[in-house]
DNA sequence: CGATGGATTGAACTGGTTCAAGTGGAGTGG
DNA sequence: CCACTCCACTTGAACCAGTTCAATCCATCG
């Protein structure tokens, strides 16, 4: 496996310069948004503008529907992926067909780090999507010339092995409605930091059949949970998609069963 | 936060030289298992003997007896640690004293990464235990003098993550059977890989009350598979904790639903 | 040898599933 | 602009896998 050599690569490349000083004053997220060509968002916090422009020679911007496939369980895995706009899920299926939801992804995020060689999950568009990939090999090899991005790499799975031991714990643990309120409250959490603030009002790009699989339940359970927090005051539901948190104070104490 | 400043320390230890030699040949669970004082057993591989020695600076080697708390949920992080003999849990638990069981990890296993500063769960000891850590910090900024290390501990957590997510495929979408049969096997694995030889005899050494934890189920449902398994011939039980693989080709077809 | 606590077994119960029928809103085409 | 279709979502009612509650068994240990 090549590194990335850092140091030998000549510094050309589509990065604005805007989106560059952005980027390097650690304004990821903004930096993406400015719809430049570097869409490595969180990683760009720990890089300079160097390694920036550098890091953008190695991407390939990609842009998919909704519904499409981005990479499939159980494929040859030489992409590490960044989102850019748009909503994901990570999915893994019995030969059956019965399917879990791992997981939710929102821009900033990454994916295709939870794997040798092969992806152990399926990554579906919810929305339509713009993603950035990079040769796993080469970011996995650049550890090198770039400690403090191994370090970024180390915390982004740490942050997704702890939110999976939350799932595990829904999962195994808590009912019906404390899972679809401990969803909700985690679905606000990641609104907020992506608008850099608190709302109340949550959009829910997935469908019904999603969120069922991403909680272990039925789409009938989810539907009827939905119906019983929206009759109860605690939510209101505006279409299937779009949910006001009417009493977050008593969704958080839901959420932990009563 | 300091760095391990490899270059500047002193190279000295209570290091057996027949550990340090089975440890820079690779061969890290033989050496931890020879009695030497270097329990960093996975880390080894990527570390040359005067590292090793300087990790076992830095290592505290600690004992702990059966149903033990070796560290608990919210506490200060300061530790990563790594098992030398035993068998520990992992568990996270709701307020009303629910608990689901994330992880049952046996020597070589390494706990306390996936946390910043602050463990999310909480490990026990589930036999007599012996167990070396080190702090976080120096390992963690390492990465500058260890690169290798540094991949090593991402493809530790990788593992992990994998693991997490047929564990959330198993909670999520599996009926009990299901469940146990996933469970057994994946005990088999463990052994497999301890012994370093694959075995049909498996020692069990949790309680069903942390199976069941570990499954989503309760003790009752637990034990009511272990017996169907029993009398239908495709294990055979011998006592509580030890298991015979009579069918394991079987168990691997029920393990994803018949 | 009796006591203690985990493991097993039995029987009633229930939360969530399954199956089946409706509802509503977005898109299409006349 | 309305009628029609499609499909995701909702609602209802019967069912059942796994839980709950209650004995009982059995291995270990002082």
Redesign the interface.
Known sequence: MSNLNISQQKLSGPVSEKALKLASNGYLRNAACEGCATQHISLCSVLNVKEIKIFSEISTDTHKTAKQIICAEGEDAPYIFNIRTGAILLS?M???G???V?GFLFPGDFFG????NRY??TAEAITDVDICRFPRAKI?NS??DL?KL??K???I??????S??????L????NAQEKLCSFLLSMQEKSAKLQNKKTDDIALPMSRSDIA????LTIETISRQFTNLNKSGIITLDGAHKVFLKNPERLRIMA??D
Chains 1, 2 share one sequence.
């Open positions: 893994k019995l030969s059956d019965r399917r879990q791992t780090l939870a794997c040798n152990n999950y996995l550890f090198k400690p191994g370090e790499i180390i915390e799975t740490q942050t997704d092995l702890q999976n031991h939350d799932q595990m714990l999962l195994g643990r808590k699989d991403y909680l272990g932990e069963g």
